[in-house]
């Protein structure tokens, strides 16, 4: 990788692609995502949690990019929308637990 300075909005998007990989929900969520898309209540289900969390949470991963939704008459579905950061996740999950 070329080393050069950042400019601060990539700095900035970084860092809060970073906290919100720091956070443990939206991790798990993230996770249940790696392979299909999900409802709000299919992940709240899953993972048991509130559907308002889940919303919330949801909310925060679109603004970075990292979930997107599609409409599927009332319902919306979610899946990950950086392959980057998967990998990313991928990789750390593999890193913790590896012996």
Known sequence: MEKKALDKDTLERITQTFKALGDPTRVRILTYLFDEEHS???ISET?????STVSHQLKTL????L???RRDGT???YSHD???VM???????SHVEHD
Not at 47 to 51: E, P, T, V
Not at 87 to 93: A, G, N, V
């Open 67 to 69: 979930v997107k939704s």
């Open 40 to 42: 709000v209540g299919d």
């Open 82 to 84: 950086d392959a980057h």
């Open 75 to 77: 319902t919306i579905h």
């Open 47 to 51: 993972l048991g949690l509130k559907q």
């Open 87 to 93: 990998r990313m996740l991928e990789q750390m999950i």
């Open 62 to 65: 679109k603004q970075l990019r």
